[in-house]
């Protein structure tokens, strides 16, 4: 196991799964860690890795106060066993061969599973469209940052800063827009198959505008998460 401090309360760990029997960006897994006196948590993370073999990779956000990121992020050492179950989830994912124009929305670490889908397209050689909107409260909070500044062919990145601002952005810090979606994202007659990921509000948030915009809802594609205990 390698480990990429990603932020300042975020890690990826680079882990290899013997007889993995591989996955689909956007799928996730579920970990368990359980103590000396038996008492076990499990809490599930999304895959940050294109399919590669029994090499994975999950980016983990330490929740305050939680049960398993705190240990993940401040505890974990080269040669600790996980105890790992997946991969999770057949409904946000993207296949190689679909060839529409893909928008992605992220929110904080909901960007993880949609790097995936970024890294699995890069791998396959796709020339599917991909634009990804990304929102976080700060720059520091950004993740895979010099993945995304580098970019790829067909990938357009822009970002959305809630509370703070980089210097000279021309676009003062707020919440995620209609406004963005559409400056940054596909119109609808373009029948994008969108991916929203992030905390409740946001991907609530973020479909509505989708929906309201005229993107079809069978194309709108949500992931979610809330307080869970971490």
Not at 149 to 156: I, M
Not at 176 to 192: H, I, K, Q, T
Request: glycine share 10%; hydrophobic share 35%; with cysteine.
């Amino acid at each position: 196991m390698n480990r990429v401090a990603e932020s300042a309360t975020a890690t990826t760990f680079v882990l290899h799964v013997p007889d993995w029997p591989g996955h689909v960006a956007g799928q996730h897994v579920d970990i368990r860690l359980t103590a000396e006196d038996g008492y076990s948590a499990h809490r599930s993370y999304s895959l940050a890795s294109a399919p590669d073999g029994e090499r994975l990779e999950l980016t983990v956000q330490r929740v305050p106060d939680g049960e398993v990121s705190p240990y993940l992020v401040d505890e974990l050492l080269t040669g600790d066993l996980l105890e790992i179950r997946g991969p999770v989830g057949g409904w946000f994912v993207w296949q190689p061969e679909q060839t529409e124009p893909v928008l992605l929305v992220a929110g904080g670490s909901g960007l993880v599973p949609l790097m995936s889908m970024i890294r699995a397209r890069d791998a396959a050689g796709s020339r599917a469209p991909f634009r990804l909107i990304y929102s976080v409260r700060e720059p520091e909070d950004r993740l895979y940052m010099a993945e995304l500044h580098k970019g790829s062919p067909g990938l357009d990145t822009s970002y959305v800063y809630t509370r703070v601002t980089p210097d000279n952005w021309t676009q003062p810090a707020g919440r995620l827009s209609a406004e963005d979606l559409v400056r940054n994202g596909w119109p609808p007659d373009f029948e994008p198959t969108c991916y929203v990921c992030g905390p409740t509000q946001f991907v609530e948030k973020a479909a509505a505008y989708l929906v309201l915009l005229g993107h079809a809802p069978e194309r709108i594609r949500t992931e979610r998460f809330g307080p869970s205990g971490g």
